[in-house]
C-alpha cells in the first residue's frame, strides 16, 4: 500500500516514511502548517480584539488550507468517519490545536478558563463551519466560519 502511495507520487517508499511516520498520517499532513497559520494569526491580532475575534481570526487564517479543495476535503473527511482509528487521530489533532489556540491565549494574557473555553467553542465552530462548506458548494469556508460564530455569539447572548 504504501509503494504504491509512493509510486504515484513519484518517491521512494523511504522518502514517503522521511515525510510521514505511516500511511494514514497522509490525511494530516496540513496539520503543522494550519497550526502554524493560527498561531502567527492569533499573535498578530490587535490587542484590543475579544478573545473570540482572536480565535475567529485564527481559524481564518486556516481556513486557506482547507478550503483549497472541497472534493479532496470531502474524500479526505469520509475516509477519516468512515475508520475508526482515524476519527480517533482527528480528534486528537484537534485537540493539539484547539490546547494551542488556548496556549496561545494564555501568552495574550487571558486567563485559563476563558482560554480553554474560547479555544474550544473554536474547534466547535470550525467543525459546525467544515461540515456546512462541505456540504454546500456555494458557501465559502471563511464565510462558514463567520456564520458559525455569528450564531455562538446569538446562542450565548439569549442565555
Known amino acids: 500500500m504504501v509503494a504504491d502511495i509512493a509510486d504515484r507520487a513519484g518517491v ?12 494514514r498520517e497522509v ?6 502548517e494550519m497550526a502554524e497559520k493560527s498561531l502567527a494569526a492569533l499573535e498578530a491580532a490587535p490587542a484590543t480584539a475579544s478573545t473570540l475575534a482572536v480565535v475567529a481570526a485564527a481559524l481564518d487564517a486556516a ?15 469520509a475516509v477519516i468517519m468512515a475508520n475508526a482509528d482515524l476519527r480517533e487521530r482527528e480528534l486528537i489533532k ?6 494551542a489556540l488556548a496556549d496561545g491565549l494564555r501568552r495574550r494574557g487571558v486567563d485559563d478558563t ?15 463551519a467544515f461540515e456546512r462548506w462541505a456540504a454546500d458548494d456555494d458557501l465559502d ?10 450564531q455562538l455569539r446569538t446562542l450565548t447572548a439569549a442565555g
Not at 27 to 32: E, M, N, P
Not at 114 to 128: D, N, S
Not at 141 to 150: N, V
Request: charged share 30%; no cysteine; aromatic share 10%.
Open 12 to 23: 521512494t517508499a523511504r522518502t514517503f516514511f522521511r515525510y510521514f511516520a505511516d500511511k
Open 27 to 32: 490525511l494530516f499532513d496540513k496539520a503543522g
Open 63 to 77: 481556513a486557506d488550507l482547507v478550503g483549497q479543495d472541497r472534493e479532496r476535503a470531502r474524500q479526505r473527511h
Open 94 to 99: 484537534l485537540a493539539h490545536m484547539s490546547a
Open 114 to 128: 476563558e482560554a480553554v473555553l474560547a479555544a474550544e467553542a473554536g474547534a466547535a465552530v470550525h467543525r459546525v
Open 141 to 150: 469556508l471563511r464565510d462558514a466560519i463567520r456564520q458559525s460564530f455569528q
